[in-house]
């Protein structure tokens, strides 16, 4: 059992969450976050104008790695967008428009990956 505040590491990986970088650009804000415990987070963000972005980024940059972000309305297939590929600090930014819809969205750093569905709907 564990103490109250405690975490687990893998040895070689941060502690510390990645903190978002702002690559979707100005007038979007953090609606959401999952860690990866490959040591990437992936950020979901919102504008005021119904876009939705995604961008996954790394705690260490500098050697390239496979990495993804996508984001898509909830069962729209056609409003999709991905970004995989091999990167040095971050994969997208991704966007859809999303206003009045749910979203699914995800990312993906080395072994560890995030599926979210039908999250943050309006």
């Not at 070689?12 to 990437?40: H, K």
Request: proline residues 2%; contains cysteine; hydrophobic residues 30%.
């Amino acid at each position: 059992m564990l103490a109250a505040g405690a975490t687990i590491g893998l040895p070689g990986t941060a502690q510390a969450a990645s903190a978002y970088n702002g690559a979707c650009g100005s007038g979007y804000t953090v609606i959401d976050q999952q860690r990866l415990e490959s040591g990437a987070t992936v950020f979901l963000t919102y504008s005021s104008g119904g876009y939705n972005c995604v961008v996954t980024v790394r705690e260490y940059t500098g050697v390239v790695e496979s990495m993804n972000a996508w984001i898509m309305r909830s069962g729209d297939e056609s409003s999709s967008d991905e970004d995989p590929g091999d990167f040095t600090s971050y994969a997208g930014p991704v966007y859809t428009y999303a206003k009045g819809s749910c979203v699914d969205w995800g990312g993906s750093y080395m072994y560890g990956s995030t599926t979210q569905r039908g999250t943050h709907c309006g």
